[in-house]
């Protein structure tokens, strides 16, 4: 930006050319934000995937970044990774099989034999391998889900040596299959271009964020506005709101 700017000064023309605002933001009428409900969605402490009918919650201050194939965890005791797909084989060699593949041939693991359980109504199985690392001890879990007779899910946990799944406990005994209706009515957010009116305040356009958290907060940074901006009749600004999904 430093850089840019400077050419820019350079060119003795800065600052005196046209900004076609309301063309530019009218460009962003529609654009789509945030998770795609297809890859699954993040709102606050919680992963809902719609179309594999997948739910489950993270614990009070750990963070979730979602991928093209896995959800990453991360917080204050331990890391984890929810992942998985098809599968033809038994719980316990697919969990057999994610240790193999953490491991690489490069990490010798202490593994116990899986122990089998079920989470709201869904056969799993579970065990924690340890491993010596050069930052000391660490405990590697894995909690698997038969979603399917060839579908398989798993959170893949790293925690301090001792820790085992402690940490995650509410997590992993949190999934729980989506229902129909929960699943239709995951949908994503897109940007809805928005012309002040006389009574629009900014306390009031915030409210209709699709948020259920700093709504406040995201509607300012959208806008890049002041926490004690007046706004104007006239003015445009930008909404997250909920839209419809993509055919």
Do not use: C
């Not at 350079?10 to 934000?33: K, Y």
């Amino acid at each position: 930006i430093q850089r840019t700017t400077a050419e820019a000064r350079a060119t003795g023309r800065l600052g005196t050319g046209m900004r076609n605002r309301d063309q530019f933001l009218a460009q962003l009428d529609g654009v789509f934000v945030d998770d795609d409900p297809a890859q699954g969605v993040i709102d606050g402490r919680t992963f809902t995937h719609p179309d594999l009918r997948i739910f489950f919650a993270v614990p009070q201050g750990y963070l979730m970044q979602n991928g093209t194939t896995e959800v990453s965890i991360a917080g204050s005791a331990g890391k984890a990774q929810f992942s998985g797909g098809r599968y033809n084989g038994t719980i316990e060699n697919y969990i057999n099989l994610v240790l193999q593949q953490l491991a690489g041939g490069r990490t010798r693991l202490a593994v116990a034999p899986p122990r089998r359980t079920t989470v709201n109504g869904i056969p799993a199985a579970f065990t924690t391998a340890r491993a010596n690392t050069s930052s000391g001890a660490i405990d590697v879990s894995v909690f698997a889900y038969q979603w399917s007779p060839n579908t398989v899910y798993h959170f893949v946990m790293l925690t301090r040596g001792g820790a085992g799944i402690g940490p995650f406990v509410p997590m992993v005994e949190s999934i729980r299959r989506v229902t129909p209706a929960e699943a239709a009515a995951i949908r994503p957010g897109i940007i809805d271009l928005v012309t002040v009116v006389p009574g629009d305040t900014v306390e009031r356009l915030a409210s209709r964020m699709a948020y259920r958290t700093f709504q406040l907060e995201r509607f300012l940074s959208l806008n890049n506005l002041a926490a004690n901006a007046r706004l104007v009749p006239g003015q445009k600004v930008k909404l997250v709101v909920y839209g419809s999904r993509r055919a």
